[in-house]
Every structure is written in structure tokens, then in C-alpha cells.
């Protein structure tokens, strides 16, 4: 999948991220804030890279800024950016292709 524009999913909300896509340099370029980047961080960065991965996005600068979201949320936002990025409204693969 290719990003087009750059987009945005979720809020600012504790319990919930805001991720943010644009259209890369080539490469998964990726950055994370978070309050407890400490304890979950390398947990987060796993499941934004395997959501990438499943969908097959390899050229995108991605930024999360996390406040405290479960591992579903976090696929969920990376998922709606991409697909909004790639500027697909029909015929999502909601829980079928994207599924990890």
C-alpha cells in the first residue's frame, strides 16, 4: 500500500494515540513519544511495525504519540491513517487482510 497524503488517527485522549503518516524517504522512518516509553515502548514499536508489515507499507514517515493505548488501539490508528494516507474509503479489509 502507498501513502499519498499525509493523515491522521486517533486522539490525544489517555487510554488512546494520535498517528500520523506521510509519505517517507524510501524507508519505515518512525518516531514514538510516550510517558511510559520506558516500560512499553519496544512493545509499541513491535506492533506499528508488524501493522506496517501486514500492510505491506514500507515507504512512510510514521510519528505516534501514545497515552497509554492497548496494543489493538495502536494497530487500529496505524491501520485508519494508512488507509486514509491512501486515500481508501471502500471495500476495507477490516479484520480480514490486516488482521496480525
Known amino acids: ?29 518512525f518516531t514514538l513519544e510516550s510517558a511510559v516509553i520506558n516500560q512499553y515502548g519496544d512493545q509499541i514499536r513491535k506492533v506499528v511495525y508488524q501493522t506496517l508489515n501486514n500492510l505491506g507499507v514500507n515507504n512512510v514517515r510514521i510519528a505516534v504519540v501514545d497515552k497509554g493505548a492497548l496494543d489493538c488501539t495502536i494497530r487500529a490508528r496505524v491501520e485508519c491513517a494508512v488507509f486514509r494516507s491512501s486515500e481508501q474509503t471502500d471495500r476495507l479489509p477490516w479484520g480480514g487482510a490486516i488482521r496480525s
Not at 491522521?8 to 517517507?24: H, P
Open 1 to 29: 500500500m502507498e501513502i499519498n497524503k499525509p493523515a491522521m488517527a486517533g486522539t490525544l485522549e489517555s487510554s488512546d494515540c494520535q498517528v500520523t503518516v506521510e509519505k517517507g524517504d524510501g524507508k519505515i522512518d
